[in-house]
Each structure stands twice: as structure tokens, then as C-alpha cells.
């Protein structure tokens, strides 16, 4: 393992699943997916049966809050001990380049460790690495329990670079065929392919320089045509935000009793270029289940003549109004809530961006009673589906362009917390890599 401590990163010793682990198995999406369909996972759970699988050693959030979560727990922990015993998982120093091929498009990506020192995610922060979103502390308690005591990270945590030159992560893509193939394997419940390689050496070399000129501080100033004096910005969150927070937490706990040499001291990540062709932000949008209040009467009294509200006659046509929306006022698409389909429009927002303005209200609504929970979900159909049920409303939004990103982060600090996602939910990650952090 080497550490190239100028720019915040670890070539890690990554364990696999051993050549007799079937991969399609083993590989299970993200745990933070599919949290209002239990269906999925219940699939997935049909899939793997008895066989090795990351299933065992991860924490599906659409379990997180029933009971047996402690039970749950112990059981990953001990699975994680048994497995190693068992070299279920086997180790590999280095890089892996990995490409991930879906819906017609693919992703490239590279594995490796960020330190955990060179990333705070508080408001405000300046480091090399940033949240790109609003961390909400409360969250982390239970992700910390989950955490804390396992042998084993295994990450869904995507990082953006801000590589237009792609000198980075492509080159890799045309070498490939020197490298070792480590893995490539069909995923579960049609999402798409997974390839990686192991890099060699001469390219390790490569990585890692191409990665010091993008945290060059005047090639950084003369990128954004902002003061020189401003702090760089390599590595910015794409996915995972709230499991890297959880990392550098546990990191922040142990550091006075275990050192600084500590393997939690860094967290196992994929980086990718906000410029790759195959990645795309999709919108997150919103829906609350089990309406307790009148939404219409309260959002009339939030924004006050600041609101307005129209009927469209489809989904299509909402979704086409909102994605079109331009001016000063905020188009915010509405799905149930006593109606079927239309387009709120919102004047003098509270922010700069729609998600930031319906967050606010949101969470006034949930504290007051207004509804029974609320989830985070992708892709127009599933809010729709899940909006139109009896009870329930959603909130469609659009998503900010990816060239965006960086300077808006740059300047104006995090975004509003779940304002874009690295694509829709079967596109996000699947747990594949693992890394000792105890």
C-alpha cells in the first residue's frame, strides 16, 4: 500500500471474491436503493440464496428501520469474520480500472483510497476533498453502529474529478488490454455489466501525476477564473456522501486511540470524470407517503403569493413544463396530493435551486405532522407510481447540468442535500470491492 499524501489518496490492498464466489451472486447495488420497493431486495434475496454474497455484509436501508436491526448487525460482522476465514475474499494490491455498462452507456471508474484527513463535510469546508451536498449529521448514528466494529468496508461511494482533458481515468480505458481482467460478469435485475483490471505499475505512475496537475493551484485558479489563494477542489462526492461522512466519523472517534498509521484512517472509493460520456445526473425527487395534512393549504401558506399552481393533462406534459423551466420562477412538478398531474411554480425562491426551495418546505411539513415519511426516489415512474397511490403526493424536479458541479461547489459550497444523482437507481454501484479497516 502506498500513500501519495500531496493529494490525499492510498493505493490500497483491495480484496475480491475469490475465483470460486460466483460474481453475479456476490455483486449487490447499493444499500441506499430501492428503500420504498422491498420487492427488489426481496428479489435479490431469491437470487443469491445460500451462496456467498455482499448481501450478508451489507445493511439494505429498506430494513433499516424495522425491527432486528441490532440482530442484523452482529450477523453482518460475523459473516464479514467468517468469510476472510474462509478466504471467500482474497487480496490485491493496487489500482483497479473498472467499467460499468448499462442502458447503452459505460462508466469508467478507478478504485483506490481518499484520506479521510483531507475531507471534512462540514458547511463551508475548503479541503481537497468536499461534499458536494448537505451531510445530515442525524443520519450517521445508525451507519455508525453498522461501521463500527466490521473487519470489512465495501464501498458504493462515487467520487467526481474534474478532468476535461480525460488524462486521468481514460487512458486506461485504451490499455486495457494489457492488464489483467479481474472480474466481468452480468449484474442481478437488469443492471447491465461489470468489468475491472488490474492497472500495472507504469500506469500507477501515470494516475498519480495526471492527478497532481489537476490539484495544481494555478491550473486550478485558471480553470474556474477564480484568486489563486482559493484552496483546491480535486475530489468531489458524487454517491455515498452520507457513508464516506460515516467513514471520516468513525475516523475522527478512533483516531486518538488507534493512530495515525490506522487503515480506517482511509476509505476505499471508485473515482470517476464528470466529463465521461457514459455518466449522467439524473434528478432526485421526492414523495411523501400518508398525507396527514393538507399539502395544497400548505404550501399556499409557506410562499403566499409567491405560489401558483397549474393542472396538466399527463405526466409527459409535466415532466416536459418543468424540465423546461427558465426565468426566475422554480418549476416543480406535482404528482397526487389530492390532484393527478401538474406544475408549481414558485416565485422569489428561497435558493438557488428548485431542490433547495421544496427541501425547506419539506422538512417544515414533515416536523409539523404533515406526513408520515418521505423518501428519496429516481426516474419519473417510480414517483409517479408510488405519488399516485391513495394517500401519497410526489414532487418531480430537474436535474443541474454536471459541467456545473465543481464551480458551484467552488463557490457556493454545498448543494442542497439530494439535488442530483450519477444516474437512475439500477445504474447506481453494486458492492463488489472490499478493503480491511480493522
Known amino acids: 500500500m502506498k500513500i501519495i499524501s500531496d493529494i490525499g489518496i492510498q493505493i490500497p490492498e483491495i480484496y475480491l471474491p475469490a475465483k470460486k464466489i460466483d460474481p453475479s451472486k456476490w455483486a449487490v447495488i447499493a444499500c441506499d436503493q430501492f428503500t420504498s420497493e422491498p420487492e427488489y431486495w426481496q428479489d435479490a434475496e431469491k437470487i443469491v440464496g445460500d451462496a456467498p454474497s455482499a448481501l450478508r455484509i451489507t445493511f439494505p436501508e429498506v430494513y433499516l428501520e424495522q425491527p432486528g436491526a441490532e440482530r442484523r448487525i452482529q450477523s453482518i460482522q460475523a459473516a464479514m469474520k467468517e468469510y476472510m476465514a474462509q478466504r471467500v475474499l482474497e487480496p490485491r494490491d493496487g489500482f483497479i480500472y473498472v467499467e460499468r455498462s448499462v442502458a447503452g452507456k459505460t462508466r469508467k471508474g478507478l478504485m483506490l483510497c481518499l484520506d479521510l484527513e483531507r475531507y471534512d463535510y462540514h458547511k463551508g469546508s475548503s479541503s481537497l476533498i468536499r461534499a458536494t451536498e448537505g451531510t445530515i449529521e442525524e443520519r ?49 435485475l437488469g443492471s447491465g455489466r461489470l468489468s475491472g483490471y488490474a492497472v500495472s505499475a507504469e500506469f500507477e505512475s501515470k494516475i498519480v501525476e495526471a492527478l497532481r496537475a489537476l ?99 399527463s405526466a409527459e406534459e409535466m415532466i416536459k413544463r418543468v424540465n423546461a423551466g427558465t426565468g426566475a420562477k422554480q418549476s416543480i412538478g406535482l404528482v397526487g396530493g389530492g390532484k393527478k398531474f401538474g406544475v408549481i411554480e414558485i416565485a422569489n425562491p428561497s435558493s438557488n435551486l428548485a431542490a433547495g426551495t421544496i427541501q425547506a418546505f419539506l422538512d417544515e411539513f414533515l416536523k409539523n405532522g404533515g406526513a408520515e415519511k418521505i423518501d428519496y426516489v429516481h426516474g419519473a415512474d417510480v414517483v409517479e407510481r408510488l405519488a399516485l397511490q391513495p394517500g401519497n403526493a410526489g414532487f418531480y424536479l430537474a436535474g443541474i447540468h454536471k459541467s456545473e458541479l465543481f464551480k458551484t461547489v467552488i463557490l457556493d459550497g454545498a448543494l442542497p442535500r439530494k439535488t442530483f444523482s450519477m444516474g437512475e437507481a439500477r445504474e447506481k454501484r453494486f458492492y463488489m470491492e472490499a478493503r480491511k479497516i480493522a
Request: proline share 7%.
Open 140 to 188: 450517521l448514528p445508525p451507519r455508525m453502529k453498522i461501521r463500527e466494529g466490521a473487519q470489512l468496508e465495501l464501498p458504493h461511494i462515487l467520487v467526481l474529478i474534474d478532468d476535461p482533458q480525460q488524462t486521468v481515468i481514460e487512458p486506461l480505458r485504451a490499455a486495457k488490454t494489457q492488464f489483467e481482467t479481474l472480474y466481468d460478469f452480468e449484474l442481478m
Open 215 to 313: 490539484a495544481n493551484p494555478q491550473t486550478f485558479a485558471a480553470k474556474y477564473d477564480i484568486d489563486p489563494s482559493l484552496p483546491v477542489l480535486l475530489f468531489a462526492m458524487g454517491d455515498g456522501n452520507h457513508s464516506l461522512a460515516t467513514a471520516k466519523a468513525i475516523w475522527e472517534k478512533i483516531k486518538p486511540q488507534v493512530g495515525m498509521e490506522h487503515p480506517a484512517r482511509y476509505a476505499l472509493v471508485e473515482i470517476e470524470n464528470v466529463h465521461d460520456d457514459g455518466l449522467e445526473f439524473e434528478p432526485i425527487h421526492r414523495v411523501l407517503f400518508n398525507l396527514k395534512q393538507d399539502l395544497f393549504a400548505a404550501l399556499e401558506k409557506r410562499f403566499g403569493a409567491n405560489f401558483s399552481y397549474a393542472e396538466t393533462a
